[in-house]
């Protein structure tokens, strides 16, 4: 009989990271996107794929340069109001794909699109201007692998397309071929959306930026009000831009806040740009380990951030979900507003069980994961994209964390927790386990 494969915490704290078996390693096997999967690693991915993504430009629209097989997906989130009238498709044929040929086309193609986009957003507006005042702030150009694999140079064809149609263009790299290199597809995003920011002078208020996700914080975070108490005047994030002036008001920051390692080549890249430097934190779910960044980072910034408050309140949230439900059995997702084997390790450090997770195991959380062997050795670790997935008996538990676990145990209770909104800090771990407590009550 055939089984997922999987290794135990302990297994893989003896191997070390460098040891790492091939079933998880994605580069070493064909990639299985199960249905728990799917939909957020397809090219229609819900969440922010690199196409969602590359509109995170306020007023931006978008041309896909692809074959029909990856434009078709995109139809998706054409259904959505906030997406009509941004994206726009230039589809492959055979030859262009063979030749290259599409690569001429590309200016004329978005100029023809301007045309179709002021035509639509004039027919949109009761207050009539001329048809040439209705224009996009920027054109992102996605090109898929085909243009990864013809070797593409993305910068002369925008600046190409700037020429033809006098908006600014910046390309959006889709390319799977790279999810293993250094500069990822939502590495390389986060970059693009951030390139059209100029330098500016900065203000003598203290100003800062939120970098990492294409969604704001809660507002009930906690990092705002302490942000604001060491004299920090304005907190701005990309996704609560609402037209591109606010945009451009993110450069006129004293420095960057990176709270997602994914947008860790964006900030080094405006810090070399535009000169404002950038202080990196994780999302944590272990509140003593909140505490202790949040002390680094009034350090840094030579401040004391007083958390008291926000401690204690995170910790009588999880004693009274303890009191409550005592003894509980977690499967923990990667699908999910967090790093399954982090979230792990703190529901281990709690006392809870966790029988399983699902994960994918990198530099970052392997130390969470030496830790994780120590107090829970025999936790399962299973790779969602090995094609032994398919194979999959599900454990006896007593709740899920993460969307792909609560596809392995329907009629488990669960939480999805990946709503668009992003958690962070203790304010993420209280509605962590509110959500959690809501779950097990139904």
């Known amino acids: 009989m055939k089984n997922a494969f999987y290794k135990t915490t302990k297994e893989l704290a003896e191997l070390g990271l460098a040891g790492l078996p091939g ?39 978008m041309l896909l340069v692809s074959p029909g097989c990856c434009g078709r997906n995109t139809s998706l989130f054409r259904t959505s109001p906030e997406y009509k009238n941004k994206f726009f498709f230039q589809l492959l044929d055979d030859t262009d794909i063979v030749t290259g040929r599409h690569l001429t086309k590309i200016p004329q193609a978005a100029e023809e699109m301007l045309t179709v986009y002021r035509s639509r957003a004039a027919e949109m507006d009761s207050h009539k201007k001329p048809m040439e005042e209705y224009n996009p702030s920027a054109i992102m150009i996605c090109i898929t692998c085909v243009d990864a694999l013809l070797g593409t140079d993305m910068e002369r064809v925008c600046r190409k397309v700037t020429d033809k149609t006098g908006i600014p263009a ?18 390389a995003v986060r970059t693009s959306v951030y390139s059209l ?83 990196e934190l994780l999302r944590l779910y272990r509140i003593d380990k909140i505490h202790n960044q949040y002390k680094l980072l009034g350090q840094a910034l030579g401040a004391e951030l007083k958390d008291e408050e926000y401690f204690e309140n995170a910790r009588k949230t999880i004693d009274s979900f303890k009191e409550k439900y005592g003894h509980l059995t977690f499967s923990v997702g990667e699908i999910q507003n967090g790093d399954s084997i982090e979230m792990a390790l703190m529901l281990a450090e709690e006392g809870f069980t966790v029988k399983e997770i699902f994960a994918t195991v990198g530099e970052l959380n392997f130390r969470f994961l030496k830790r994780l062997a120590e107090i829970s050795p025999d936790t399962k670790v299973y790779s969602n994209l090995s094609p032994t997935m398919m194979h999959y008996s599900n454990e006896s538990l007593n709740i899920c964390i993460g969307s792909d676990a609560m596809y392995y145990h329907p009629g488990t209770p669960g939480v999805e927790w990946c709503d668009e909104k992003q958690p962070f800090g203790y304010d993420g771990v209280i509605k962590l386990f509110e959500e959690l407590d809501k779950s097990l009550s139904k």
């Open 23 to 61: 079933e998880m390693k994605s580069s070493d096997h064909l990639i299985y996107s199960s249905p728990a999967t799917l939909a957020f690693n397809s090219p229609g991915a819900k969440g922010f794929g690199v196409k969602r993504a590359g509109l995170a430009v306020p007023d931006s629209i």
């Open 197 to 279: 920011l100029e330098k500016q002078e900065k203000r003598n208020s203290a100003d800062m930026n939120i970098l990492g996700y294409f969604t704001p914080l809660f507002d009930s975070s906690e990092l705002y009000p302490l942000m604001k108490s060491i004299g920090i005047k304005n907190i701005r994030e990309l996704s609560r831009c609402n037209n591109i002036e606010e945009y451009h008001e993110l450069s006129k920051a004293n420095f960057n806040l990176v709270l997602n390692p994914e947008a860790r080549a964006a900030a080094q890249d405006i810090q070399d740009r535009l000169g404002i430097p950038f202080i």
């Open 170 to 187: 910046v390309a959006c790299y889709m390319y799977a071929l790279t999810r293993e290199k250094r500069l990822p597809p939502m590495a």
